[in-house]
């Protein structure tokens, strides 16, 4: 995205995309791959954001992409939860690679074979006028935002 970007009456500034990657318990079978089709996870238990939260939206989005519609067997309101509730074995998951070391995570990442796996990172503001905290704030992440996120 770029500054200026128009969303009905709403303006966006985007700061970064992220990949998203399944996310699968070390021990299981898919473990070892490097890539991985959604479809093969067609049978898999699912550990998801709840409804209203957009990696949610995301999610639905690539299933539907890849002709399934998941068993959900538990959701989250936390990314950090959900990879814990995959990594005790309860499902299988679609989130942001994390930045733990490999090791480290009883959960492994897998890349998705789908170039719409990604989410996009950034702020969106309305066209109204902003009080000015908000507008310095807009105004300091629209100038130093990629840059504070890189560190």
Known sequence: MALGTEHGTDTSFGLYDE????????????????S??????????YVA??????MRS???TLWAAAGMAPTIAFEGQDIHTVR??????????????TTTPAGRLPTVDI?????AARRRIGVVWPART??????????????????????
């Open 49 to 54: 954001m709840e409804h209203g939260y957009g």
């Open 130 to 151: 902003l009080p000015a905290q908000a507008l310095a704030f807009r105004d300091m992440v629209v100038r130093r935002g990629a840059a504070v996120l890189a560190r």
């Open 19 to 34: 990949r998203l990657v399944l996310v699968v318990p070390s021990d299981h079978r898919l473990a070892g791959r490097r």
């Open 58 to 60: 995301l999610c639905e």
């Open 84 to 97: 814990g509730l995959v990594g005790a074995g309860l499902g299988v998951s679609v989130l942001p690679r």
């Open 36 to 45: 991985v089709d959604l479809v093969e996870t067609a049978d898999d238990p």
């Open 111 to 115: 890349a998705v074979n789908d170039p």
